[in-house]
């Protein structure tokens, strides 16, 4: 797997891309870990895109200050 800072110099060739939405998921996989890829359309790999985008916006959404989130006493996290 190369991604882009690990390009080649060129030469060979490229059989597959791994949508924007899949990298977390494919950043986590452990070395010998299987992968399947699946041909999917430009508007799928989009929708993908924009439903990961939203899944963000609303864990962002959510962080609040400390004294918010509970009473305020870093041990009772």
Same mark, same amino acid.
Do not use: C, H, W
């Given at each position: 797997?190369?991604?882009?800072?690990?390009?080649?110099?060129?030469?060979?060739?490229?059989?597959?891309?791994?949508?924007?939405?899949? #990298?977390?998921? #494919?950043?986590?996989?452990?070395?010998?870990?299987? #992968? @399947?890829?699946?041909? $999917?359309? $430009? %508007?799928?790999?989009?929708?993908?895109?924009?439903? @990961?985008?939203?899944? #963000?916006?609303?864990?962002?959404?959510?962080?609040?200050?400390?004294?918010?989130?509970?009473?305020?006493?870093?041990? %009772?996290?």
């Amino acid at each position: 797997m190369l991604l882009a800072d690990g390009q080649t110099a060129g030469g060979y060739p490229k059989i597959a891309t791994v949508i924007t939405a899949d #990298l977390p998921r #494919l950043a986590v996989m452990a070395p010998g870990q299987t #992968l @399947r890829f699946a041909a $999917v359309s $430009v %508007a799928a790999a989009e929708q993908a895109a924009r439903a @990961r985008e939203a899944e #963000l916006q609303a864990l962002i959404a959510g962080i609040g200050p400390l004294a918010e989130a509970g009473n305020g006493d870093p041990q %009772a996290i």
